[in-house]
């Protein structure tokens, strides 16, 4: 029984992370085309490349780089026909332009919101400390000056 269900989980395990490879013939080709697949965005999973991704539009994107490769297309050329068709999300890591800027500047803005903030909430967070601290002197200074009146007028009356 438990060699029936580990070959069931081998068989499951390779299916599920079977992601087609294509060969090419010319080495600098093979080569494009793994740095390609590797650089493209897969738009359904989004979180992975092409060449990571099982789903139907990351295989489609494959064939097509693999098939533009094989006409002689060069890289730049594969990378202008995806981003124009799909736009710069597909591509992994998206040039720095225009259109790109909240991409590569927003983590700094929320980096620097996250500082500010952290920096306000502890500032905050002494001053109250600080009032505290200084309410509770004033407590203490009302308490003994008490103490002195009271010790005062117990003086005059003896």
């Known amino acids: ?5 580990f070959i069931v989980i081998l068989i499951m395990s390779v299916n599920c992370y079977g992601v087609d490879y294509r060969q090419l013939a010319d080495p600098k080709q093979q080569e494009s085309y793994d ?13 992975q490349t092409i060449a990571d991704s099982n789903a139907e539009l990351a295989a489609d994107l494959r064939r097509q780089v693999y098939e533009m490769l094989e006409k002689g297309k060069s890289r730049d050329e594969i990378v202008q026909f ?9 591509l992994y890591k998206p040039a720095f332009k ?13 980096l620097l919101m996250g500082l500010i903030t952290v920096f306000f909430f502890i500032r ?3 001053a109250s400390e600080n009032l505290q601290d200084q309410a509770g002197s004033l407590q203490n200074n009302e308490e003994k000056q008490n ?8 003086g005059d009356a003896s």
Do not use: H, S
Request: charged residues 30%.
């Open 82 to 90: 995806m981003t124009d068709r799909y736009g710069d999300f597909v």
């Open 1 to 5: 029984m438990k060699r029936l269900l």
């Open 124 to 126: 905050r967070k002494k």
């Open 35 to 47: 740095t390609l697949t590797k650089e493209l965005r897969c738009l359904v999973c989004q979180n």
């Open 147 to 154: 103490k002195i009146r009271n010790l005062l007028e117990k």
């Open 98 to 110: 225009g259109k790109t800027t909240i991409l590569w500047i927003a983590p700094i803005i929320f």
